[in-house]
């Protein structure tokens, strides 16, 4: 099947974008950008084809319209998809590309966030740590990098063995 | 004298630059504080400790808020790109140059640049404004500017890259823009640390020195391992946030004091490694606790030094 790429002006837009269309039903992937597109700190979602213009109407019901759509012509970057977990007794860790968020197990309170290098990490865990896993805000609804995304998946991956 | 080039957690923070002090937990600058939990402000944390210790100038901080969306970042970017030259006491009467030229006296001969958006235009503007400058400061690069430096091209201008070993696999991986996309094959555990230096190198994705932050500490000269640091081992500071900021920090002050890069590097790692074996650490322990050790840390390292 043919894809096609949405380019967005930031990875928030992305990630808002992303969270639109899997709601939606939408068959879509986050990847990350050819090389010609660039800038440093990118994502962008690859979609079928075909199914461009229905895709766009749903974006823009919610007002997430990319800046422009690219057909794929080489093979694109796949994000990390390896999770490692690390058990400290007391508290569970679990890493996704370069982001590590720890827990206590008892309480379910995130206790650390390390890893990672762009602006929002610090401003992640500001709002992370210190709350329960279930009360704590999710870095796709308030981060705006990759190492946000990265965190995001950490967050999913703990949950998912932590929470009922 | 070292510059520390940044952003703290706040979109409303403004851009501001001059003298870095500290006051509890928190750092001061040009009449606004900033808690110290990780990033920039731990590792200022960490540099002001340091050069409290050995009685040394302060840092110079350009801060500016940033929480990911990168306004913040590229606003910093483009005043450093306007006022760069007037660091090296050129002509001209920029406010950095006023700030730096009051509160230091003395010219800034090494830049740390650390969490700020990768934006890799950005940062060839800001290398070529370095350029331009009649001596060329030592130039350290880690976090969000460390990615951007190596996706440029242009890491072999650097000085000192420190990343930990995740990040090392994603400089070994010539395709990688970012640690996020770093390729399954390039394995980031411990034993193959030596093999992602290589092939950091080999691609000129590497600066002329790194320190590798980790189970074992890797400093590393112009692609060979000059030294490994690996006690005492505290398993839980993985989990910490900050860690690295502060190693980058300790080791930032250092060599603004005029030691060797390679120097300062391994006496900052037995520093950082020290300073959280003090601390007591729990997965739980917040970077602060592991600044406050410094003091201690440099005491017991100097003293084994002689």
Redesign the interface.
């Known amino acids: 099947m043919e894809r096609a790429i949405l380019v967005f002006d930031?990875?928030?837009e992305v990630i808002r974008a992303e969270g639109v269309l899997k709601s939606a039903g939408w068959s879509i992937r986050v990847m990350?950008p050819p090389?010609e597109i660039?800038?440093?700190?990118?994502l962008v979602i690859e979609i079928p084809l075909m199914e461009r213009l229905n895709i766009l109407r749903t974006l823009e019901r919610k007002g997430l319209l990319p800046i422009e759509t690219v057909p794929v012509v080489s093979p694109l970057?796949?994000?990390?998809d390896?999770f490692q977990s690390?058990d400290?007794g007391?508290?569970l860790?679990v890493r996704a590309?370069?982001m590590?968020l720890?827990i206590?197990k008892k309480s379910l309170v995130i206790?650390?966030?390390?890893?990672?290098?762009?602006?929002?990490?610090?401003?992640?865990?500001?709002a992370m740590?210190g709350k329960k896993l279930d009360e704590s805000p999710s870095p796709r609804e308030i981060?705006?990098?990759?190492?946000?995304?990265?965190l995001q998946l950490a967050y999913e991956e703990i949950k998912r063995q932590c929470l009922p | 004298m070292f510059a520390v080039v940044g952003?703290?957690?706040d979109e409303d923070f403004p851009l501001v630059s001059g003298k870095v002090t500290m006051d509890g937990d928190k750092i001061c600058i040009q009449g606004h504080s900033v808690p110290v939990?990780?990033?920039?402000?731990a590792l200022l944390a960490a540099a002001i400790k340091t050069c409290e210790t050995l009685n040394s100038n302060l840092p110079f901080g350009c801060l500016v808020g940033?929480?990911?969306?990168?306004a913040?970042?590229r606003r910093l970017y483009a005043t450093l790109v306007e006022q760069l030259t007037s660091f090296d006491s050129g002509p001209g009467d920029s406010q950095l140059k006023t700030d730096k030229r009051s509160e230091t006296g003395t010219d800034l001969n090494v830049f740390v640049f650390h969490?700020?958006?990768?934006?890799?235009?950005w940062?060839n503007r800001i290398l070529m404004a370095m350029e331009k400058m009649r001596k060329r400061p030592v130039l350290i690069a880690?976090?969000?500017?460390?990615?951007?430096a190596k996706?440029s091209g242009f890491a072999a201008e650097y000085d000192l890259f420190t990343p930990?070993a995740?990040?090392l696999a994603?400089l070994a991986d010539e395709?990688?823009?970012?640690?996020?996309?770093?390729?399954?094959f390039v394995l980031h555990e411990e034993n193959k640390i030596p093999e992602l230096i290589a092939r950091a190198y080999e691609h000129e994705n590497a600066a002329r020195c790194l320190l590798v932050k980790g189970k074992t500490d890797y400093v590393v000269d112009e692609k060979q391992i000059h030294a490994t640091v690996d006690t005492p081992l505290e398993?839980?500071m993985?989990?910490?946030?900050?860690?690295?900021d502060t190693l980058v920090g300790i080791v930032s002050a250092l060599i603004g004091t005029g030691m060797s890069v390679i120097k300062a590097a391994a006496l900052a790692a037995k520093v950082n490694r020290w300073a959280g074996h003090y601390a007591r650490p729990?997965?739980?322990?917040?970077v602060i606790e592991i600044i406050e050790q410094i003091p201690r840390a440099f005491s017991r390292v100097l003293r084994e030094e002689k």
């Open positions: 930031n990875t928030s990350g090389p660039r800038s440093g700190c990118d970057l796949q994000p990390v390896l690390k400290f007391d508290y860790m590309a370069n590590k720890t206590h206790v650390n966030i390390s890893g990672g290098g762009c602006p929002d990490v610090p401003y992640l865990a500001e740590v981060g705006h990098t990759l190492c946000g995304y990265a | 952003t703290v957690p939990n990780r990033g920039t402000p940033d929480i990911g969306k990168g913040g970042s969490y700020l958006q990768p934006d890799v235009d940062h880690d976090a969000g500017f460390m990615y951007a996706m930990d995740g990040e994603f395709a990688a823009p970012h640690p996020f996309y770093t390729r399954g398993d839980a993985e989990a910490m946030g900050g860690t690295g729990t997965p739980a322990t917040q």
